[in-house]
């Protein structure tokens, strides 16, 4: 996150700009909209790491998913003041980096340094909270490396920028 020279906190011109960005990542007919199923994934771009029940409560004024009519999508016009909101109050903090590598070691039985990605698809689709199997292949298609069928997470965890005070 862009941060004033001066200050420690987040500029706001910055933070829509970081918004509007990762929006248009997902912004597939440049219309200012994308579809809510998107929404998760366009949230953990920014850093911020919410609840499966988080991303599905529509009901909270202050939600970054506020759904248009009965279209499934989500227009920036909306999304952005409440995700702006978001950040700027650290409402979904990032996991420590340590942590995430805690994890994925646990999941590594054979500390190969990998995961193969059924073995990780598996894991995230069958324990804990469950990513949907679209969410699945959007993930892997991210981060495997398809050429030797394995998701390096220790390479993974040095490309993430995680910014604790976001």
């Known amino acids: 996150m862009m941060k004033n020279k001066q200050r420690s906190e987040p500029v706001v011109p910055d933070v829509h700009k970081t918004i509007k960005a990762a929006f248009e990542a ?3 007919e440049s219309n200012n909209r994308v579809d809510v199923r998107e929404i998760g994934t366009i949230i953990y771009s ?13 009901n909270s004024r202050d939600s970054p998913v506020q759904v248009e009519d009965q279209t499934g999508c989500i227009n920036l016009e909306k999304f952005l003041p409440a995700m702006t909101k978001v950040l700027m109050e650290h409402k979904f903090p990032s996991v420590p980096e340590d942590l995430l590598l805690q994890a994925f070691e646990v999941l590594d039985k054979e500390n190969k340094g990998y995961l193969e990605p059924e073995q990780l698809a598996k894991y995230m689709t069958q324990e804990g909270e469950l990513f949907t199997q679209e969410e699945m292949d959007e993930m892997l298609t991210a981060l495997a490396d398809h050429e030797n069928n394995r998701v390096y997470y220790k390479d993974l965890l040095n490309q993430w920028t995680i910014d604790p005070d976001m």
């Open 26 to 28: 997902f912004d597939y």
């Open 46 to 58: 920014l850093g911020c790491f919410p609840t499966q029940a988080d991303l599905h409560d529509k």
